[in-house]
């Protein structure tokens, strides 16, 4: 019925006339329009590595084939095979997020968002979180620090500057009520200039003397070191554990290359609140989720084979001879320039790239009508494809499109 409105719509818009192809195609066309899903694959030839438009962390070979091996059926997600008993999703990924990041415990839910929510609620809930001023951010879609803390039933408490906060800060907003402080890595945004902010190693050691607790959320999820690939300036998973904080948050998609999830490493008596508190139940991540997560961690016991499988990593590190070579293969004309990582993580960073470039800006609508949609830049009057995100085996694709 919806496909029959729309070409009857379609006609009175062109005075009532009757549809050139006929009723009966032109009813056809509008039902083959309807059936195509909204979710749809695309080929992501920007250059933004994390694009969040774009779906973000495109997931390596074997977490693709984990995913779909629970889909398929039935899947252990709560049952203990050894004992033949109930068990726990929250089993699953621990162990794999022990050994790699060096914390006594892990839990894994929906996103980071979820993750930052959860701890604020299982460690200062009805109580005061501390916070820097300067760390209150947005990240992305209008959602904000202060919204999620205040979400979560603690109270929030601003101190320092939006340029400049210092340890006396934290200690002159402390008060019966104090119950956690807040650390928020700005992965998104530089602050320069006349600017000083409390370390979250000495954080976490004022918040135990005081009896407090300490929660550091670290956004994107960096598990393996890039400086030498020249990205620099994003802490580590390891080396956020090893401040002592008692509770580290941060993405399983974006710079850790898995699936949309957020992760909670930590001490045994910080994770144990978490598992406890009810809105675990409502963050809880689900089995595709979890298979594929996973799979990706698994990879990172190999770092060279990491780099190598997991395509974020891959596209951040690859070799631009390599690059080069994809986007002479495109045709056009070859121009030197510059990628970005995306996903609010190294903000700043540039990485040196290879486009091709086409002077009809037309074209770009051309390529998003294709199967599958090639998303491109447009810049001016041209239109670049960045070939460091155009994968291998897109090529012939993307080639095909831009001759058809």
Avoid at 73 to 102: F, M, N
Avoid at 256 to 279: F, T
Avoid at 358 to 377: C, G, V
Wanted: proline residues 4%; aromatic residues 4%; charged residues 25%.
């Amino acid at each position: 019925m919806k496909a029959a409105r729309e070409t009857v719509d379609a006609a009175r818009v062109n005075g009532g006339a009757t549809p050139a192809e006929g009723w009966d195609a032109a009813v056809e066309a509008a039902v083959a329009r309807l059936a195509v899903p909204s979710l749809a694959p695309v080929i992501n030839a920007t250059g933004v590595v994390l694009h969040t438009n774009l779906g973000r962390a495109p997931l390596a070979g074997t977490a693709i084939a984990a995913l779909t091996g629970v889909a398929r059926g039935y899947a252990a997600l709560e049952y203990d095979l050894g004992r033949g008993t109930r068990g726990s999703r929250h089993a699953h990924c621990r162990d794999l997020l022990v050994e790699l990041t060096g914390a006594a415990d892990a839990l894994v839910v929906n996103n980071a968002a979820g993750a930052v929510l959860l701890a604020l609620s299982a460690l200062a809930r009805g109580g005061e979180a501390i916070v820097s001023r300067g760390e209150l951010v947005e990240i992305g879609g209008s959602f904000r620090i202060p919204d999620i803390m205040a979400r979560s039933g603690a109270r929030v408490v601003e101190v320092g500057t939006t340029n400049r906060t210092h340890p006396n800060d934290y200690d002159r907003a402390l008060t019966a009520d104090s119950r956690l402080l807040l650390k928020v890595h700005r992965s998104n945004f530089q602050v320069t200039g006349f600017t000083a902010d409390v370390a979250v190693v000495e954080l976490a050691e004022m918040a135990h003397a005081r009896g407090l607790s300490c929660l550091y959320d670290l956004g994107s999820g960096l598990l393996v070191d890039l400086s030498k690939w020249g990205l620099t300036g994003e802490p580590t998973v390891p080396e956020a554990v090893a401040t002592r904080a008692d509770l580290v948050a941060f993405s399983g998609d974006k710079l850790l290359g898995g699936p949309q999830a957020g992760i909670l490493v930590g001490s045994e008596q910080a994770i144990a609140a978490c598992r406890a508190d009810p809105i675990a139940r409502a963050v809880r991540a689900d089995k595709l989720t979890l298979a594929a997560l996973e799979a990706t961690l698994a990879l990172y016991r190999e770092p060279e084979r990491a780099r190598k499988e997991i395509p974020v990593l891959r596209m951040l590190t690859e070799d631009l001879t390599t690059i080069r070579a994809r986007a002479r293969a495109l045709g056009g004309e070859l121009i030197e320039g510059d990628s970005e990582v995306g996903g609010g993580s190294f903000p700043g960073a540039k990485l040196k790239t290879w486009l091709a470039g086409f002077p009809d800006q037309r074209l770009a609508e051309k390529l998003r009508a294709n199967d599958p949609p090639i998303i491109a830049r447009v810049a001016g009057s041209r239109v670049l494809l960045d070939a460091r995100t155009i994968f291998p085996e897109q090529v012939d694709t993307v080639v095909a499109a831009l001759r058809g």
